[in-house]
Every structure is written in C-alpha cells, then in structure tokens.
C-alpha cells in the first residue's frame, strides 16, 4: 500500500491548513474536495478558496475586462463584443 493511502482525507486537510492556510486570504474548509494522486510524486490536491479583493487591482481597465469575461453568456452594453 503507497503512504498516500494511508493518509486520511481528513489528514491532508489539516495538512493543507497547517501549510497554507491564511486566515481571509487563504482558506481550507474542513469538508473541501480532496484529489488524490500517485504519480509522478504521491499527495493530494486540496481545494481551498483564495481571496481577491476588488481593491487589490490598481488597472480598471482589467477589472471591466474581468466583468465582462465573467458575463460572456449574458453580455451587457458595457462590454465591448466580438465583431
């Protein structure tokens, strides 16, 4: 049995929290998807939600951009379309 196996889901939760986890900007719920792999390094994917504030992009442009990538099956006339 590979040591991946032998690790609890719960286990690499704590893992990813003790490791990662930043309170308000990176967080790890305790019931988060956990995807384990084997090749080419044992271990697991933990998801985990990161914060991005609308007051961390200095360039409005890119934030529209973001707003209208965001609206694409619902584009309003804020946002430029494709000819």
């Not at 704590?14 to 719920?29: S, T």
């Not at 939600?49 to 609308?54: P, S, T």
Request: proline share 4%; with cysteine; aromatic share 6%.
């Amino acid at each position: 049995m590979s040591a991946t196996m032998e690790i609890t889901n719960s286990r690499f939760r704590q893992l990813a929290k003790d490791l990662y986890q930043d309170e308000g900007r990176i967080e790890i719920d305790d019931n988060a998807i956990v995807s384990r792999g084997v090749e080419p390094v044992e271990g697991a994917y933990v998801q985990a939600w990161v914060w991005v504030g609308v007051e961390d992009e200095d360039d409005d442009e890119a934030v529209q951009t973001d707003k209208c990538a965001d609206n694409i099956l619902h584009p309003t006339d804020s946002c430029p379309t494709e000819a």
